[in-house]
């Protein structure tokens, strides 16, 4: 399943806090896409594009994934928050979660998770729609963010 439709079962289970949530009304067009790789030279893996394509980004209050610039967005832009994570471990960074973890799609579309204070790096995912599926909303949230919130996601009949 891809990413975007994942999310909409979520925002429509209503398991996400509104006041914790922020999701763009649009998506980014094409050339913000382009613009965006241009400013960080790097591509975009098809997966996170299409995501972008959707919704440019969105605050889930477990998950933020960046957008495209865009002035008076809330949604802060992947131009803007690469550094230091990208050159490090060679790889986009396209979101982050409240506990201090970054996660970065490297070249061949797998998701790194990064700890911020610490360092340490494991891949979590195949690909960013895994990471949305599988890892973040479905059977192994858990480890994503803990048992609440796995029993939170089964109630809602999302697991």
Avoid: H
């Avoid at 550094?83 to 070249?107: H, I, M, N």
Wanted: aromatic letters at 8%; glycine letters at 12%.
């Amino acid at each position: 399943m891809a990413a975007s439709d994942m999310i909409r079962k979520v925002i429509a289970a209503g398991v996400l806090r509104p006041r914790l949530t922020f999701i763009p009304s649009g998506g980014a067009t094409l050339a913000q896409i382009r613009a965006e790789e241009d400013a960080i030279g790097a591509l975009l893996r098809d997966d996170f594009k299409a995501f972008l394509r959707t919704w440019n980004g969105a605050n889930l209050e477990v998950v933020s994934f960046l957008g495209c610039s865009e002035p008076g967005s809330e949604i802060a832009a992947l131009r803007e928050q690469q550094e230091p994570w990208a050159s490090l471990v060679g790889g986009v960074v396209v979101g982050g979660d409240p506990s201090g973890f970054v996660y970065v799609q490297l070249s061949d579309g797998r998701i790194l998770s990064v700890d911020s204070d610490g360092g340490e790096q494991q891949i979590v995912a195949a690909s960013f729609d895994d990471f949305i599926e599988r890892l973040v909303f479905g059977q192994d949230a858990d480890q994503f963010a803990g048992d609440e919130w796995k029993n939170q996601l089964t109630d809602a009949g999302l697991v």
